[in-house]
């Protein structure tokens, strides 16, 4: 082969990795996601889950995704812009939502994130957002009617959820099986693959209500499960615009609004308790819960 030749093919191949490489990298929110760069940008991208009716689900009918998380992220960007169309949605899993925070690629993430004292030393949490509690999802007429009655039994939850940590540590004789997304455990409850599946309450009544005939919602809340939004490490000017945020929607009544549309219920009676609770507080409440 000559030199020329040679030079030529090298050259190819370069460009040819380059264009791979390119192709791989994944559209960036920025490197500086503080409120001003954001405000500069003009937009705020936010991740929320497609999968987590009422929190956040894709319609296959409109492709849009709409759910509680999803107004709450509508609500930042109203508080930061003055309009909630100035938020670009972007589909997050309960494996990935906090790496994508982490390098940048969302400013935040508002999709059902369980504060906890590991995860607040990768990323910032705004404070308490919405308060859930780990439950079991079961066909209709089963034996299992809580989270003791797991051994020997296959149980399904999310790679990567606080829910799969917990049940593990709970029952470690049961079978745990753990998929990317909450339909793929309920195609394997319905198939006979698990006995239950399990996460939080409020996304297990959740697909209840699509199904009552066949599913059901059993074992009561066993955990403490503060939500938080999530948002990259030091970055305290988004974090308290979020939290501004989180204020405002109380006090307009706002969030109680939003929580009837998309929870079908008023406000808890503990709702003071633990709403606005700071990120800290609500992570060593969670660590130093005992399960009931």
């Given at each position: 082969m000559t030199l020329a030749r040679r030079a030529v093919?090298?050259?190819?191949?370069?460009?040819?990795?380059?264009?791979?490489?390119?192709?791989?990298?994944?559209?960036?929110a920025a490197d500086d996601n503080s409120l001003d760069a954001i405000k500069k940008r003009g937009?705020?991208?936010?991740?929320?889950?497609?999968?987590?009716?009422?929190?956040?689900?894709?319609?296959?009918?409109?492709?849009?995704?709409?759910?509680?998380?999803?107004?709450?992220?509508?609500?930042?960007?109203?508080?930061?812009?003055?309009?909630?169309d100035k938020v670009e949605l972007v589909q997050v899993k309960s494996d990935n939502r906090i790496p994508l925070v982490q390098n940048g690629d969302i400013d935040a993430f508002v999709a059902t994130a369980t504060i906890t004292p590991a995860r607040m030393k990768t990323i910032d949490?705004?404070?308490?957002?919405?308060?859930?509690?780990q439950s079991l999802l079961v066909k209709k007429n089963s034996t299992i009617k809580s989270y003791k009655d797991l051994d020997g039994k296959g149980v399904c939850s999310v790679q990567g959820s606080t829910p799969e940590q917990t049940i593990r540590r709970l029952v470690p004789k049961a079978n745990v099986v753990v998929f990317e997304t909450y339909p793929e455990c309920l195609t394997a409850l319905r198939g006979g693959r698990v006995d239950a599946v399990t996460t939080d309450n409020v996304i297990l009544?959740?697909?209840?209500?699509?199904?009552?005939?066949?599913?059901?919602?059993?074992?009561?809340?066993?955990?403490?499960?503060?939500?938080?939004?999530?948002?990259?490490?030091?970055?305290?000017?988004?974090?308290?615009?979020?939290?501004?945020?989180?204020?405002?929607?109380?006090?307009?009544?706002?969030?109680?609004k939003l929580h009837q549309q998309w929870l079908k219920k008023p406000l808890p009676a503990d709702f003071n308790q633990w709403y606005d609770m700071p990120a800290a507080t609500a992570a060593d409440q969670f660590a130093n819960q005992k399960p009931g």
């Open positions: 093919l090298a050259a190819t191949c370069s460009l040819a990795a380059t264009l791979v490489l390119g192709a791989s990298v994944p559209s960036r937009t705020i991208k936010i991740g929320v889950k497609y999968d987590a009716p009422p929190f956040g689900s894709l319609s296959p009918q409109t492709n849009q995704v709409t759910g509680f998380d999803v107004d709450i992220a509508r609500a930042i960007a109203k508080k930061i812009f003055g309009s909630p949490f705004s404070n308490v957002y919405y308060r859930a509690g009544g959740g697909y209840e209500a699509q199904d009552p005939n066949n599913l059901e919602l059993v074992g009561g809340l066993f955990t403490f499960e503060p939500y938080g939004i999530g948002i990259r490490k030091g970055n305290t000017s988004l974090t308290k615009a979020v939290n501004d945020t989180l204020a405002d929607l109380k006090k307009s009544g706002e969030y109680a």
